[in-house]
């Protein structure tokens, strides 16, 4: 890797620390330029703009939550699957993750560009996890259960997110549920 890309990456990396900590609408140029050690016009060196900055940094910070949820061999049916999404979602090193995605989920649909994308690139990262461990059952479409398991994440955060734990749990048993209600009887 030259110099350039060192560089970028080193910003990227202690914007994204930055950005974690606080939000990233709360990230101007100048915040960003601050937490990289760097003036903002040097910053712009670097990067494009400040779309660019985003990009790169979301896409690190996407990368990094995969690397956390990421365990050697992690291989998951249903049930276990829906609980250890649960689990996760109140792992205190996840929560900062999962306000930022609660974030450009709603500038995504409020704002659109450049979130809509970058959302788009993170929520196929996050279905790609979810291929890699979920183990189906015969005969199960793939394809389905895994969107519904992103979708269901995607309820959970919400949830988790306006203080609903309850429901969080009584969602849990009910997706559990119905997926045994909904086993091929032999």
């Known amino acids: 890797m030259d110099k350039f ?3 970028r990456q080193d910003y990227t990396h202690h914007i994204a620390k930055a950005t974690l900590a606080s939000s990233i609408k709360e990230m101007s140029l100048k915040k960003m330029a601050t937490a990289a050690g760097t003036s903002d016009r040097m910053l712009m060196h670097y990067f494009k703009d400040k779309q660019d900055i985003e990009t790169a940094v979301l896409t690190a910070i996407s990368q990094e939550l ?4 990421q365990q050697p ?3 998951l049916e249903f049930t276990a699957f829906v609980h250890f999404l ?4 109140d792992e205190p090193r996840i929560k900062p ?3 930022l995605w609660f974030e450009i989920t709603h500038l995504a649909t409020s704002q659109g560009e450049p979130y809509t994308s970058i959302t788009r690139t993170i929520g196929e990262s996050f279905d790609d996890w979810i291929k890699q ?3 189906p059952t015969e005969g199960e479409d793939v394809e389905q259960q895994t969107a519904l398991l992103f979708v ?10 306006i203080g609903l734990q309850e429901r969080m749990d009584a969602a849990v048993e009910a997706m559990i ?3 045994k209600d909904n086993m091929p009887r032999n």
């Open 5 to 7: 890309e060192q560089k």
């Open 66 to 69: 995969i690397d956390l949820l």
């Open 73 to 75: 061999d992690l291989k």
């Open 86 to 89: 649960r689990q996760a979602i």
């Open 97 to 99: 993750y999962l306000n």
């Open 133 to 135: 461990i979920y183990v």
């Open 152 to 161: 269901f994440t995607e309820g959970l955060v919400v949830l988790n997110k």
């Open 177 to 179: 549920a119905l997926k």
